[in-house]
């Protein structure tokens, strides 16, 4: 498992390692295996992550975070080599007021907008109300995980 982060940004040892463990544990649920994974992270700024949810998502407004898979299929993952899963984007300032919103750390706030992207980028989805049910199961998991939960 290897996470990359745009070049000047760095988090604390202790939440990539649970960032690690996130990933690792949302990754061997879906039966993937973590050793050649490479997931991109980027914090970005309220203007950023709006002009970002623009131009991919045509959508004109501030969200918590982005997720952009590289894979539309599982069974379409090389044999070999690493897997670069996909791109992360977390708004630290959403996240900062949800943190505060919600009564629990940023860090704590940030591991689970960095969990909910990783199921975004292993194909989960909560447009539909099913999907969101299996969705939020599974975030509920990883984060109970963690020892992370509500």
């Known amino acids: 498992m290897n996470i990359i982060f745009e070049e000047g940004q760095e988090v604390k040892e202790e939440i990539l390692s649970m960032m690690e463990r996130a990933a690792e544990k949302a990754l061997e649920l879906e039966e993937i295996d973590d050793e050649r994974i ?6 970005v700024s309220k203007e950023e992550i709006k002009e970002i949810n623009g131009q991919f998502r045509d959508m004109d407004k501030v969200t918590d975070v982005l997720s952009f898979p590289q894979f539309e299929d599982f069974e379409d993952l090389p044999e070999f080599g690493e897997i670069a899963l996909g791109d992360v984007v977390i708004c630290l300032d959403k996240a900062k007021e949800q943190a505060e919103e919600f009564g629990h750390s940023v860090d704590r706030e940030i591991l689970y907008l960095f969990t909910h992207s990783i199921l975004h980028l292993l194909g989960y ?8 049910k299996v969705m939020r199961k599974r975030e ?8 992370l939960r509500r």
């Open 38 to 43: 490479e997931i991109s992270v980027t914090f």
């Open 125 to 132: 989805d909560h447009m539909q109300e099913d999907e969101k």
């Open 140 to 147: 509920e998991e990883i984060m109970a995980y963690l020892d």
